[in-house]
């Protein structure tokens, strides 16, 4: 059947990993791989109050097909939402996506041909990969540094891409507690970066996940609040901050072409996502209101990554450079181990020894980083978390030794 | 910012008649243009029931990111609901998609390469015409007869495809009560475009949107129930059988490695359908059954299609050639007008005179179809109905009389 298939699909293979990944369903596994928001973070009660009285009522609108662009209802309380964040929209600049998934996914079909390059960070968002993989998109890879993208790096990266004669297109950046690492880009990077954009006409992927679940430090404004001449377009999804099940984000460029382009783009995708779920988000924004619910779930968040913090400080072998982050929000702490450790190779002895994690080789485009791991604290306990930073301590310990004795 | 684009979309527009359609909003205008289903066939009673049962006692599930498969609830309620149709599938055959129009991008991801051929029907469902654009996909155009796409022309297009040294790779069909024509598949010609796909080794993608509401005559087998060799990948969508506000449907196919080609153009498509969404289709389906449900929905159809054909027959002119269709199910009756008539010019005096309706060219991958028109009869009243007939006959009157003394 391989003669069906399209140049596309045919390199890619299923992921071992993920396969590895469907063995900590067991219940006896603490699992720190998948990024999953913290159930007891969905406003459920609120939710199921809510969709049984627009069904009920209103269901010759939510359970019918809506436009391409989105609920209106949702639009205008999105731009309610955002206004004082700095961020300046209209309903004309947005356009609801099913999840932001698919806004990368209408990214790459909008703009980039086979070939054309995308800047990302070392390492990035293992789905965005996917995605700009798919498109037969040059993925080039820019150091991370501990504030963010290195400048530096891009810098180089373009002279690169410049003098091979490369079409580059865009900058794919999660400036908040970035997944996989959970780095934050500063201030001043955010404003050099938009800086090299605006001299190199690229545009500027803004995913922005993360940002609303700052639990500690001081927020740092959008680069879409930053931008002059409306290169940003900016993702935003209710998955983090909501839920994950409504499959619902929201896209938001200033630039009319961009936005037609992305809305032709999407009634090809997927003509219109879910009425019902735009409505469910909508209400709930409107009717009790996101900003209190955000102050509501913050605090679940920082609990659980304080334990994590405190359990890696307690458990993990403090010398051969293995380091971590720190992030003041989000959902992910992510550890270098030392050099020669191959974090996927370990990830085996890990499940053997009750304990999961994503080996963060995979978010690498250039096929770097297998000493690396994303550790997720959002959806255990403080005490799964502590006992599961133990485990995990224990089998980095003998993997080192086993390293040790391999050298002799 | 034209510099930004993709090729596979700075060559499309915004659709002029999508832009009209949009004034047929106002509630004095008959429109026959969308094609939605019926909202009285919604079983909204009972979903609102399910939906705040779900997502208050089983939230943590329903309201968390899902498997790129599928809920296996749903899945499992699918193949049980198959199985009585003759459609023997497992629980591994089957793919949630965010309703068909994503099966049909994932089916462009999976199995085309720009320039590779796909033959549909003149005229074939717009939106797989904007799927298919969108990839840079070369749509070959196949007669269709009143029994469905003509198997000599089939046999005609894929001999010019080989003398010019095309890439073909599959055929898209929708057998019942197609979209737009209402036109329907015989056996005989569905056991022919199968063998036919054989010989030539393409895939045949079955889509199936109308194929549950037929309301008269006899039902024919699907292909994907006559395929001996697991080449006909079916698509199924919720949209008319429940509702379209949930954006859901299955992809079904036998073949694992297909199957697995699509699994991962669709992790990187949108991660996962809506669970919720899932979930209340699957409760639906296992608490108060989808047949029993169609046995209540199709005579609200069957009204709606006998109202506007006795309008046509009473109201629109017998001579210069119009003549429609006459579909046994679905939504959707097409109407040829005399040659020389172009029924995307009229749109503009048939919205002044308050009725509406598709113009048929769009659906034409070859540029023809000028004099035809797509009309839904799914979403008026049958007094609606004769009334917008009624309008729309007059128009047609004064076309064809203009028309005349245009040519003296």
């Known amino acids: 059947m391989k003669q069906h298939f399209s140049k596309r699909v045919s390199g890619a293979k299923r992921s071992a990993i993920r396969e590895l990944l469907k063995l900590t369903e067991q219940p006896d596994i603490i699992s720190f791989g998948g990024g999953l928001p913290a159930p007891e973070s969905f406003p459920h009660e609120e939710l199921a109050d809510i969709a049984y009285k627009e069904i009920k009522e209103n269901y010759a609108n939510v359970l019918q097909y809506g436009t391409t662009e989105g609920s209106r209802t949702l639009r205008d309380a999105f731009v309610q939402w955002l206004a004082p964040q700095g961020i300046d929209v209209k309903r004309e600049d947005m356009l609801v996506t099913t999840a932001s998934q698919q806004g990368l996914d209408l990214l790459c079909k909008a703009f980039f041909d086979p070939g054309d390059v995308i800047f990302c960070g070392l390492p990035t968002y293992l789905g965005a990969v996917q995605a700009f993989s798919l498109f037969q998109i040059d993925k080039v890879g820019v150091q ?184 003041d929000g989000g959902l992910f702490i992510w550890v270098w181990l030392p050099d020669g450790v191959d974090s996927a190779e370990m990830l085996g002895r890990a499940i053997e020894h009750k304990v999961a994690y994503v080996p963060g080789a995979a978010t690498y485009v250039d096929g770097s980083g297998h000493n690396t791991m994303r550790l997720s604290f959002s959806s255990s306990t403080p005490d799964q978390i502590d006992e599961g930073i133990k485990r995990l301590a224990d089998v980095v310990r003998a993997e080192i030794a086993a390293k040790v004795v391999g050298s002799l």
Chains 1, 2 share one sequence.
Not at 225 to 240: A, G, H, N, P, Q
Request: hydrophobic fraction near 40%; charged fraction near 30%.
């Open 144 to 327: 991370l540094d501990d504030d963010g993208m290195s400048v530096d790096d891009l810098e180089a990266k373009i002279a690169e891409c410049k003098a091979a004669g490369k079409t580059m297109k865009g900058i794919y950046v999660i400036p908040d507690f970035q997944n996989p690492s959970g780095i934050t880009l500063s201030l001043e990077k955010r404003q050099r970066i938009l800086e090299i954009a605006r001299r190199e006409d690229l545009l500027v992927f803004e995913d922005n996940p993360y940002g609303h679940l700052r639990f500690a430090g001081e927020e740092i404004p959008s680069m879409y609040s930053m931008d002059t001449d409306k290169r940003v377009i900016m993702l935003v999804t209710f998955s983090k901050v909501m839920c994950a099940g409504l499959r619902l984000a929201v896209m938001i460029t200033g630039q009319p072409d961009l936005m037609d382009a992305l809305v032709r783009a999407k009634q090809a995708t997927d003509l219109c996502t879910s009425k019902l779920n735009q409505h469910l988000a909508a209400r709930y924004m409107l009717d009790y209101g996101l900003d209190q619910h955000l102050e509501k779930i913050r605090p679940i968040y920082r609990e659980k990554r304080e334990a994590m913090t405190n359990a890696l400080e307690r458990y993990m072998p403090q010398d051969e450079g293995i380091r971590w982050t720190e992030p």
